[in-house]
C-alpha cells in the first residue's frame, strides 16, 4: 500500500513538475523588453483618429492631438500619461488608459509560471491543464499547447463568462537574439451564440541591437452565431496604434 502510494505520488509530482518546466521554458525564449532594459523602458503612443473620435462626442471640447507618454518598470508597473485631454474628465482619461491595457500586456508578458502559480497543473504530449480548484481566480481553466520548440502556440480559457480560444504566432529576430518576437495574436471569445474575433499584428524596427515594437494594430469582428446570414456579422473595426521614441532606460 505504501509503495503504491509512493509510485501515485511521484507521477503526480512528476506530471506537474514537467507541466512548470513548459511554462518556464516559453518564458525564457520569448522575448520581453524589460529583460534588456536597467530600470524601465519609455514610448509614446498616438492612435490615428482617436481625437477626431472624440471631438465628435461634443463633451469635452475640440481635441486636436492625443499622445501617450507610456513608462513601464521592471516590475510591471505602468505609468501613463495623456497629453491633449484635460485631466479633469477623470472618466474620458481612465477609458482612454484602459485602451493601452491590452497591447502593454502584449509587449511585455506576464510570466505563465508565475501566472499559473497555484493552478493544478496536468500535462501530456506537450499541453498543459492548469486548473483554479478554489474558484476564486477569473480563469477557471486553461488548455495550453506548446510546439516542438517548447513555445505557447494556443491556449483555450474557461471563465465563469465564457471561452477564448487565443493563437499565438511569433518570429526568430534578426538581431541575432536567441529570443522570438510575438508578431501575431488570433482572438475569439465566445460568449452563447455570440463571437468576439480579434487579430493584433505587432511590427517592429530590428535594425538596431535591440528590437523596437512600431505599431500595434487589431482588427475586430463580432459574429452572432443563432443563424448563419451575413446580417448579423457586424462591420470590421480596426485600431492601429503608433509607437514612437522607444526607450530602454
Same mark, same amino acid.
Given at each position: 500500500? =505504501? +509503495?503504491?502510494?509512493?509510485?501515485? #505520488? #511521484? &507521477?503526480?509530482?512528476?506530471?506537474?513538475?514537467?507541466?512548470?518546466?513548459?511554462?518556464?521554458?516559453?518564458?525564457?525564449?520569448?522575448?520581453?523588453?524589460?529583460?534588456?532594459?536597467?530600470?524601465?523602458?519609455?514610448?509614446?503612443?498616438?492612435?490615428? !483618429?482617436?481625437?477626431?473620435?472624440?471631438?465628435?462626442?461634443?463633451? =469635452?471640447?475640440?481635441?486636436?492631438?492625443?499622445?501617450?507618454? /507610456?513608462?513601464?518598470?521592471? @516590475?510591471?508597473?505602468?505609468?501613463?500619461?495623456? &497629453? !491633449?485631454?484635460?485631466?479633469?474628465?477623470?472618466? @474620458?482619461?481612465?477609458?482612454?488608459?484602459?485602451?493601452?491595457?491590452?497591447?502593454?500586456?502584449?509587449?511585455?508578458?506576464?510570466?505563465?509560471?508565475?501566472? =499559473?502559480? !497555484?493552478? $493544478?497543473?496536468?500535462?501530456?504530449?506537450? $499541453? /498543459?491543464?492548469?486548473?483554479?480548484?478554489?474558484?476564486?481566480?477569473?480563469?477557471?481553466?486553461? =488548455?495550453?499547447?506548446?510546439?516542438?520548440?517548447?513555445?505557447?502556440?494556443?491556449?483555450?480559457?474557461?471563465?465563469?463568462?465564457?471561452?477564448?480560444?487565443?493563437?499565438?504566432?511569433?518570429?526568430?529576430?534578426?538581431? !541575432?537574439?536567441?529570443?522570438?518576437?510575438?508578431?501575431? *495574436?488570433?482572438?475569439?471569445?465566445?460568449?452563447?451564440?455570440?463571437?468576439?474575433?480579434?487579430?493584433? /499584428?505587432?511590427?517592429?524596427?530590428?535594425?538596431?541591437?535591440?528590437?523596437?515594437?512600431?505599431?500595434?494594430?487589431?482588427?475586430?469582428?463580432?459574429?452572432?452565431?443563432? &443563424?448563419?446570414?451575413?446580417?448579423?456579422? *457586424?462591420?470590421?473595426?480596426?485600431? /492601429?496604434? +503608433?509607437?514612437?521614441?522607444?526607450?530602454? &532606460?
Amino acid at each position: 500500500m =505504501y +509503495k503504491l502510494t509512493l509510485i501515485i #505520488f #511521484f &507521477n503526480i509530482f512528476n506530471n506537474f513538475s514537467f507541466g512548470n518546466e513548459l511554462l518556464i521554458a516559453h518564458d525564457q525564449m520569448v522575448f520581453n523588453p524589460l529583460d534588456k532594459a536597467n530600470k524601465e523602458i519609455a514610448f509614446i503612443v498616438e492612435v490615428p !483618429g482617436l481625437a477626431e473620435e472624440i471631438t465628435k462626442l461634443k463633451s =469635452y471640447g475640440k481635441v486636436k492631438n492625443i499622445k501617450f507618454d /507610456v513608462k513601464v518598470n521592471k @516590475l510591471r508597473r505602468v505609468d501613463i500619461k495623456i &497629453n !491633449g485631454v484635460s485631466e479633469k474628465f477623470n472618466d @474620458l482619461n481612465n477609458n482612454l488608459k484602459a485602451k493601452l491595457g491590452p497591447m502593454i500586456e502584449l509587449l511585455f508578458p506576464t510570466s505563465l509560471n508565475n501566472f =499559473y502559480r !497555484g493552478y $493544478k497543473q496536468k500535462n501530456k504530449n506537450n $499541453k /498543459v491543464v492548469a486548473t483554479d480548484t478554489s474558484y476564486q481566480k477569473p480563469i477557471r481553466e486553461s =488548455y495550453m499547447t506548446f510546439d516542438r520548440s517548447g513555445i505557447l502556440s494556443e491556449n483555450k480559457i474557461k471563465t465563469p463568462q465564457g471561452t477564448q480560444i487565443v493563437n499565438f504566432s511569433y518570429k526568430n529576430q534578426s538581431s !541575432g537574439f536567441k529570443k522570438v518576437l510575438l508578431t501575431k *495574436v488570433s482572438r475569439k471569445i465566445i460568449y452563447g451564440p455570440s463571437h468576439l474575433l480579434s487579430n493584433t /499584428v505587432i511590427s517592429y524596427d530590428e535594425a538596431g541591437e535591440k528590437p523596437i515594437p512600431k505599431e500595434f494594430s487589431t482588427e475586430f469582428i463580432f459574429e452572432n452565431k443563432e &443563424n448563419n446570414t451575413n446580417s448579423n456579422r *457586424v462591420n470590421k473595426l480596426l485600431e /492601429v496604434f +503608433k509607437i514612437s521614441n522607444f526607450k530602454y &532606460n
